[in-house]
């Protein structure tokens, strides 16, 4: 197999996060420097192939002189753009790869990415492997996705600043951040940046339950407090809180204010104030654990795609890195937060309010 294959494309799909540049380094060392093959690095994703002229760029090792292992974002551009599959685009795909004459992909994506491009590969009779990336970290069986502990990073920076203003001010600071439906980026940041109260969309809440945390809070003496909250959490009563955009694209935000208000209203022991942290999660430096795993996921994809082993993702479990089916990946739903997870648990034994228990 390895023989047959000359010319190898990679792209990126999705929304960016930080380490995207260091899973495009590490696919091209290996691909050039041990398999002799050439890179073609896909301009903005699958748009990049559906544009005419093609938009691409041949990549080798000396592209990577300047620091993109250190840098976020993605040195290719990505879209996110959600369109949903049609025959032009099916077409544009296959014709581009042709043209390029393009054996396989590797496609650094979530799972909703890598579900749309093995469709479009399948159509197109072309081999793909996919990498995971993602802030949420909620692509299934890998227990780490590149972004994540960068964007875990943040929010604990983040953390650590409004802590010490929200003593200096005696106020409760609400953080919201990013995850989607998932709220791994929540749980983690609020243990590991001592919060008070931790909201996820996975486990149900009170408002009395929040409150009676932060009276707590206060009666043991402390005037100040932290409340981390998932963008995907809904109203105590069950609402989903999200913004719509122009394009009627809607996308989740809002319950950090919508709960600094709730609060206000119903307990005065402290003023609150709101953080929205958003697009700040997904760039920056990558976190040197980030750099690992895009390096590490980025060689082995070439790898498989060298023992004709396509069709799959690489993944990090158990401390391992493996590799599995795609469809054990796409179509089965997000990875959740599980509300039995050590880290739950964890986070209520140093006291965080994280909903109701279900035990
Ligand atoms: O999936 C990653 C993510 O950053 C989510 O956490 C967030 O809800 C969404 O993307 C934001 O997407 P966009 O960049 O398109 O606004």
Not at 73 to 81: A, D, E, I, K, Y
Not at 123 to 138: F, H
Not at 200 to 209: A, D, Q
Not at 260 to 266: D, F, G, H, L, V
């Amino acid at each position: 197999m390895t023989n047959q294959i000359k010319r190898i494309g990679v792209l990126t799909s999705g929304g960016d996060c930080a380490g995207l540049n260091a899973v495009i380094r590490a696919v091209v060392y290996r691909a050039t420097l041990h398999y002799g093959w050439e890179v073609y690095g896909i301009i903005d994703g699958t748009d990049g192939l559906a544009y005419r002229p093609v938009r691409y760029k041949k990549l080798t090792i000396d592209d990577f002189s300047n620091p993109w292992l250190r840098l976020g974002g993605t040195m290719l551009g990505t879209v996110n753009s959600g369109v949903p599959f049609n025959a032009k685009m099916i077409k544009d795909f296959s014709d581009a790869t042709k043209e390029l004459g393009i054996d396989a992909f590797v496609v650094i994506g979530g799972d909703g990415s890598m579900s749309m491009v093995s469709r479009l590969c399948r159509d197109a009779g072309v081999k793909m492997v996919g990498a995971p990336k993602t802030i949420d970290n909620d692509t299934p069986i890998t227990e780490h996705s590149v972004g994540f502990s960068t964007a875990r990073d943040v929010c604990v920076e983040a953390l650590d600043r409004l802590n010490a203003t929200a003593s200096s001010h005696h106020r409760v600071m609400i953080l919201e951040v990013m995850g989607r439906d998932a709220g791994h980026i929540a749980l983690h940041s609020a243990i590991a940046g001592g919060a008070d109260v931790c909201l996820l969309p996975e486990i149900p809440y009170t408002l009395e339950g929040v409150i009676s945390k932060l009276k707590q809070v206060h009666e043991q003496g402390r005037s100040h407090a932290l409340v981390v909250v998932a963008e995907g959490v809904k109203t105590p009563e069950g609402t989903s809180v999200q913004v719509a955009h122009a394009s009627d694209d809607v996308r989740y935000g809002g319950i950090g204010q919508y709960l600094s208000a709730r609060i206000n209203k119903e307990c005065d022991d402290f003023q609150t104030r709101v953080t929205v942290l958003g697009h700040i999660q997904r760039g920056g430096t990558p976190s040197s654990y980030d750099r690992l795993m895009a390096t590490v996921f980025g060689s082995k994809a070439v790898d498989l795609i060298a023992e004709g082993r396509t069709d799959r993702m690489v993944a990090w479990k158990d401390g391992q890195l493996i590799d599995v089916a795609l469809e054990e990946v796409t179509g089965v739903g997000t990875k959740h937060v599980n509300p039995d997870d050590d880290l739950v648990k964890a986070a209520r034994d140093v006291g965080i309010y994280v909903g109701k228990e279900t035990k």
